[in-house]
C-alpha cells in the first residue's frame, strides 16, 4: 500500500516509516521541518513539508494514499498555547475522506479510552497524572482522539504508557485495561513496529488497544 505518515521525523515517526518500508509499503511522509528529513529517505519516501495547520499541503500528502498513519503527540511545554494538534488531525480526516484513504492509525495513552476497557487504577493514574500536570496536552489528545473515533473512518489508536528507548523487546501484552495484563513500559521501536502493522490488519478496527512489553 501507499501510506502517509505525520510526525514522520519524530522519534516514534521515523521507525514506522523505516517498518513500512521493510513491509514493502511505498510511504510518504508528512514533516513540519525540512532539515530532520533523514539523507537515508533520500529516493525511498516521497516527502511533503508543512505545519500541521496547512490544509493545502496536507491534502497533496494525503492524495493517492491507501492509509494515514500520525505518529503525532502534543507537545509538553507547558508554555504551548492552542490545540494544533485537534485541528489538524481534523484536516488530515477530511483530505482522507476526499480521496477515499480509509484506514487511520493513530498513538494515544490510557487518557484516551477504549468501550472495551474496565475501569483500573493503572489507567485512572495515568488519566488523572495528564490532567494534573499537562492540562492542555491533556485536552489536545482527548480533542484528537474524539474526532477520528466520530470520523466514521476504519481507525486504530495505540495505546502506551511509558515509551522507552532502546532496542526492540517484543509486545508481550496488548488488549484492554481490565481485561489483559498491561504493563507500563514498552520501546519505542516496539510502538512503532506494532502502529505500522495495523495498515495490514483488522483485528483491531474501531478499537483503541494498549500495548507493553
Do not use: C
Not at 108 to 113: E, I, R
Not at 142 to 162: E, K, N, P
Not at 198 to 210: E, F, G, N, R
Request: glycine share 10%; net charge neutral.
Amino acid at each position: 500500500m501507499k501510506v502517509t505518515v505525520f510526525g514522520a521525523t519524530g522519534a516514534i515517526g521515523q521507525l514506522v516509516v523505516g517498518n513500512l518500508l521493510d513491509a514493502g509499503h511505498s510511504v510518504k511522509a508528512y514533516a513540519r521541518n525540512a532539515s530532520k528529513i533523514p539523507a537515508s529517505w533520500k529516493d525511498r519516501v516521497e516527502t511533503v513539508v508543512g505545519e500541521i495547520t496547512d490544509a493545502a499541503q496536507i491534502d497533496v500528502a494525503v492524495a493517492d494514499s491507501d492509509a494515514v498513519i500520525s505518529a503525532l503527540g502534543p507537545s509538553m511545554d507547558r508554555k504551548a498555547t492552542g490545540l494544533p494538534l485537534v485541528d489538524g488531525t481534523k484536516l488530515i480526516l477530511d483530505a482522507m475522506k476526499r480521496h477515499g484513504a480509509r484506514r487511520y492509525v493513530g498513538n494515544g495513552t490510557p487518557s484516551v479510552l477504549d468501550r472495551r476497557d474496565a475501569k483500573t487504577l493503572q489507567a485512572r493514574l495515568v488519566g488523572f497524572m495528564g490532567r494534573t500536570m499537562f492540562p492542555r496536552a491533556y485536552r489536545e489528545l482527548l480533542g484528537m482522539s474524539a474526532a477520528i473515533m466520530d470520523s466514521g473512518l476504519d481507525w486504530t489508536i495505540v495505546r502506551f504508557i511509558a515509551p522507552t528507548d532502546g532496542a526492540p523487546k517484543g509486545v508481550a501484552h496488548e488488549g484492554f485495561f481490565g481485561t489483559d495484563k498491561i504493563g507500563f513500559t514498552v520501546t519505542r521501536a516496539d510502538i512503532a513496529a506494532f502502529t505500522a502493522a495495523q495498515v495490514d490488519s483488522d483485528k483491531y478496527i474501531d478499537a483503541a488497544p494498549a500495548i507493553s512489553n
